[in-house]
């Protein structure tokens, strides 16, 4: 790429953010779009639509970016959770790795770049035609005294990048603490989800697990909710949320409204729509509260259950030990929130479970390597001559200088950006397959397959793809692979959200091994680089450094991560000490009861809203 088409790329970016910034800016100032851009405050009753007319709403404005950034950890932490304060906490590292790294790159690893003459000489008139290879460290000249500017830099970005992980985990870790200890009486601080209950003649799945927890667990004990198989309610219920959202949309429409009453609506006599719609809804409600009597009274239980005790303690225990000499049976781990369970599987048995893992890691892997395609397509894009070779035809097209620049300046990253798209529900619909039984779950490992999928398809493959046909047998070559990428890098470069479950800031662990991957990475690249430009010492001098990156991610490991896993004996214990001799337990340990109880038992009152002319702009957030 020659700096011409990266300045015009970053030209169209910078205006696309300018535009974006100002639509933004004054659409969501219009009175008619407050349910789009603030609907959790429209849904708690703080703001409401303004009906006169005002100029200034027509006009872009920056205050809001201010007041966006004025918001205390406190306010946001009492408002949005500590989820909510890890997330701004991972956009403040971000911003202060990448300005360490970027004033480094920018100030002193540039100018010496561009300054080693190895590609070519230097002409300035010439700059806008020149590739980008000018500024990266393939121009500097093998051997060169400048190289240990590099190699200062790996040390000195590594260790900041330490430090400021060292740093946030820390203060995470504190933060999720204060948070545990500061925090009122949760369901799931009380309670275990036990599966693999063994199946006994003549007794239910309730009665074998009262009977276990009452002789073993007898003095923590406290009740049990048994899942039965809702598999029929969810779809009857979804059935009815899709009636429910065409019956608010017909109200919305003016103007009388009919349908046929026959097969989808195109056969049989007209009706008026929205009654016949109300009448389908509660027929259907009709049906989901008979579904609902028959699952309670004789439904067909699974061997799985949530399991309530008196103190958090208790639970622990239950959690981290194991219950039966069989490892298979009376399996336990910590309960999601209600609101963070996902039903679905809990039904599941191990081996099901078992296979879903394997077809999601094989439909990964599958979706990885055909993502390549897309990849290499973009860096032909990225080169020009590849491209004119492999598509003569546009060869007279390309030739204009405005259209070559864009090409291969701002095309391959949107045609990249776009299939990207894809990539986070797909990852998201696997990670549903694969046994989790929260929400949280499911994103933490949604998160995990995305970062290692952009890990390999944006950085590796689009690195080594520009030699993908002609030198494919290198990559079967492991011991190539520093020199290779080596070579290769030096050639690219509280108003909405309301929560709906909180996992303690559980995603940092996240963000924490992926930088140091991320410092692994570099560090390899650099001491791959330093071979090829003949500076053997420099590269033999870096090869403590992923040693001591590990060391490092070691040591936060045994230090912090525990935190993130669970509480220890002594928060537990104390915080059951506290609650002990509050009034307000009692009415907790009777709400925990049922706190457990399968959202599809649950009364269904759709019809009793119909004359609402929205949907509920959001779910109620966890107590």
């Known amino acids: ?170 203060y995470i870790s504190s933060k999720r603490l204060a948070s545990f200890y500061a925090s009122r009486p949760q369901s799931h601080d009380f309670s275990v989800l036990v599966r693999g209950i063994p199946v006994t003649s003549g007794s239910s799945f309730s009665n074998q697990v009262e009977s276990f927890f009452t002789e073993y667990h007898s003095s923590t004990y406290l009740s049990h909710s048994v899942v039965r198989r809702t598999s029929k309610l969810q779809g009857l219920i979804s059935d009815a949320e899709k009636l429910y959202k065409k019956l608010t949309h017909l109200k919305s429409r003016p103007g009388q409204k009919f349908q046929r009453n026959g097969f989808l609506g195109l056969f049989g006599r ?63 781990e910590q309960a999601p929130e209600p609101n963070d369970v996902y039903w679905p599987f809990l039904s599941s048995t191990f081996l099901r479970i078992w296979i879903s893992k394997l077809l999601v890691i094989v439909a990964s892997i599958f979706l990885t390597v055909i993502f390549l395609i897309p990849v290499v397509f973009v860096q032909g894009l990225a080169n020009l001559d590849q491209l004119e070779i492999l598509l003569p035809f546009l060869k007279r097209v390309l030739s204009i200088t405005f259209v070559s620049q864009v090409v291969t300046g701002y095309l391959p990253s949107l045609i990249l950006q776009m299939f990207l798209s894809f990539v986070s529900p797909i990852m998201k619909l696997f990670s549903s397959m694969q046994g989790y039984i929260s929400h949280s779950q499911i994103e933490r490992s949604a998160s995990s397959k995305v970062l290692w999928f952009t890990i390999w398809n944006v950085f590796f493959a689009n690195v080594l793809s520009g030699s993908v046909i002609s030198q494919l047998k290198l990559f079967l070559d492991l011991k190539n692979i520093p020199s290779r990428l080596a070579a290769a890098v030096p050639a690219q470069l509280l108003n909405v959200y309301l929560p709906k479950f909180e996992t303690g800031g559980k995603f940092w662990p996240i963000v924490h091994n992926s930088t140091i991957f991320t410092l692994i990475l570099m560090q390899t690249i650099a001491i791959g680089i330093f071979g090829l430009k003949k500076l053997p010492l420099a590269s033999s001098l870096t090869l403590p450094l992923p040693v001591l990156t590990l060391l490092f991610n070691e040591y936060c490991r045994k230090c912090f991560l525990p935190i993130f896993h669970a509480y220890s004996a002594e928060s537990l214990i104390k915080k059951d000490r506290e609650d002990h001799s509050d009034p307000a337990m009692g009415e907790f340990f009777d709400k925990l009861v049922n706190a457990y109880s399968d959202p599809c038992m649950r009364p269904l009152s759709y019809s009793d809203n119909a004359d609402r002319h929205i949907s509920p702009l959001l779910g109620p957030a966890q107590v």
């Open 1 to 170: 790429m020659i700096v011409s088409a990266l300045l015009t790329s970053l030209g169209i970016n910078f205006g696309l953010c300018i535009l974006y910034f100002t639509l933004y800016s004054i659409l969501r100032k219009q009175p008619g779009n407050i349910e789009v851009y603030a609907p959790r405050l429209v849904a708690e009753g703080k703001s409401r639509q303004e009906s006169h007319f005002d100029l200034e709403r027509l006009l872009p404005s920056t205050g809001w970016v201010r007041t966006a950034w004025q918001l205390s950890e406190e306010e946001l932490l009492s408002a949005s959770g500590l989820d909510a304060v890890v997330y701004m906490r991972i956009f403040i590292f971000s911003l202060r790795v990448f300005s360490v790294a970027g004033i480094i790159g920018i100030c002193i690893l540039l100018p010496v770049n561009y300054l080693g003459n190895e590609l070519n000489d230097i002409d300035f008139s010439e700059l806008p035609n020149k590739s980008v290879d000018l500024f990266s460290i393939s121009n500097v000249k093998d051997g060169s005294k400048w190289l240990w500017v590099h190699f200062c830099s790996a040390y000195l970005i590594t260790g900041v990048v330490c430090f400021l992980l060292y740093y946030e985990y820390n």
């Open 270 to 332: 007209k009706v008026d729509a929205v009654d016949h719609t109300e009448k389908r809804l509660q027929d259907l409600e009709e049906n989901v509260r008979i579904q609902q009597s028959d699952v309670s009274l004789i439904g067909e239980e699974v061997p799985a259950a949530f399991v309530s005790f008196k103190s958090r303690y208790g639970a622990a225990i239950a959690v981290h030990i194991q219950q039966a000499i069989n490892p298979m049976q009376w399996i336990t």
